[in-house]
């Protein structure tokens, strides 16, 4: 990410669509628009090189990441247990979590798994396939809050911090404390993890953005009239999402120091989970009326309920949607027409600035937005002059 990123390119290809995109361009704070558009161009031994687009993109302006921390979080959890080295220990080994300080929940069972026991391999299907929360959850609390957060700057994500659990008022000391772990097989106890605390507060005093609104819900449903603060919650600038994806993608293209712990099963594994609907999976078992196929797919799909299948067109992903704010961190290709590309976006629309109410214009705006955006993205790689086409077997399944 150390080239100079273009800041006209993106600009000038948004006015030019008015029709789409006028609404936030003309929005008095552009709903918060950051994005980053990466052009990928192989070489003649297939390595990938990269060209990067932005508009208004600010490390220092804050957006809620809500669920895109998830990603680095399950490729954490992955390099520990390769980093363990431990006999009979792997993604699929059974485990148990307990309980060891205020507000944490243990966990024996999993109903939604073939074999109803959980494990880190099912915890990060949940996260990949519709974000769930709870697996997310367990698996920061198995890799450890400190541990996530220097494999953050281990790996170059430097505007960035993971330090809460997701949906459940994760904040301050409770934070701070994660569970103990045992991993197993029948009888046998294959490793155990004490609790851990992590006495650090991860301070960026950088940060601008992070008090906005006019009000918000309380827990009881009150309505307070005071701006609702982000203080202290996770942070995962862009530049740093596509920095993620970038190396869990193309791990060829950096220095073997620079890569992630993963063996290859790990890396196809991950690329299957990223890239399917909850309709293609057994387990778990998704209700499809309530996790339809483009569940998870922001930038390009928009969400959109009609699009019944992917046909040729994959978008290998990790969406957040919280607070109004929409987040996607994409890797677009099409294996027909041999175009990939790589694009991070966020965009917020909460026009009467409470915040926690539900009221929020994801159908109306946000959307839309990425749906719209994807697409003249997609339109213009079709222009694109190509030297050498892609080879994407290692994305094809």
């Known amino acids: 990410m150390a080239q100079q990123i273009d800041s006209i390119y993106l600009s000038s290809l948004l006015q030019k669509n008015p029709d789409l995109f006028g609404q936030i361009l003309h929005h008095p704070t552009h709903n918060e628009v950051q994005i980053l558009y990466t052009q990928i161009d192989r070489d003649k031994d297939n390595i990938p090189h990269f060209t990067s687009f932005g508009y208004r993109l600010d490390p220092t302006w804050y957006f809620y990441p809500a669920s ?4 680095p979080t399950a490729i954490f959890a992955l390099e520990k ?3 363990l080295k431990i006999r009979g220990l792997g993604r699929d080994t059974p485990l148990q979590i307990d309980s060891a300080y205020d507000r944490q929940t243990s966990v024996y069972r999993d109903s939604s798994s073939e074999n109803t026991l959980p494990s880190i391999a099912h915890y990060i299907k949940k996260v990949l396939l519709t974000s769930d929360n709870d697996g997310h959850n367990r698996l920061f609390e198995f890799v450890g809050r400190a541990e996530v957060n220097k494999k953050l700057k281990k790996h170059g994500a430097k505007y960035s911090r993971i330090v809460n659990r997701l949906a459940i ?4 000391i409770w934070a701070k404390h994660t569970n103990p772990f045992t991993f197993y097989k029948d009888d046998q106890i294959i490793y155990k993890q004490v609790a851990q605390y992590d006495p650090q507060d991860y301070e960026m005093p950088w940060l601008k953005n992070t008090v906005q609104g006019i009000g918000y819900m309380n827990a009881v449903d009150e309505l307070v ?3 609702w603060s982000f203080e202290g919650l996770n942070v995962y600038a862009l530049e740093d999402q596509q920095l993620i994806l970038r190396k869990l993608l193309f791990p ?3 220095p073997v120091k620079q890569r992630f712990s993963l063996t290859e099963d790990d890396y196809r594994f991950l690329y299957f989970y990223m890239s399917r609907g909850p309709q293609e999976v057994s387990y778990p078992k998704y209700n499809t009326n309530e996790f ?3 569940y998870s797919k922001f930038v390009y799909f928009g969400r959109d309920k009609s699009v019944k299948s992917f046909q040729n067109i994959r978008s290998f992903n990790k969406y957040g949607d919280s607070y109004g704010y929409n987040i996607d ?19 917020q629309s909460n026009e009467n600035g409470i915040y926690n109410d539900g009221i929020y214009e994801y159908e109306t705006v946000t959307y839309p937005f990425l749906k719209n ?16 086409r892609p080879d994407l077997k290692r994305f094809s399944f």
């Open 68 to 71: 895109t921390v998830k990603l």
């Open 81 to 83: 247990i390769n980093e």
């Open 169 to 172: 008022g994760d904040k301050g």
């Open 225 to 227: 009239h005071e701006p």
């Open 252 to 254: 060829e293209a950096f």
């Open 292 to 294: 339809w196929p483009t």
């Open 329 to 347: 961190n994409a890797y677009i290709v099409d294996f027909e027409k041999g175009i990939e590309f790589l694009v991070s976006v966020v965009v």
């Open 373 to 388: 955006l994807g697409e003249i993205l997609y339109q213009e790689e079709l222009k694109r002059p190509r030297a050498i």
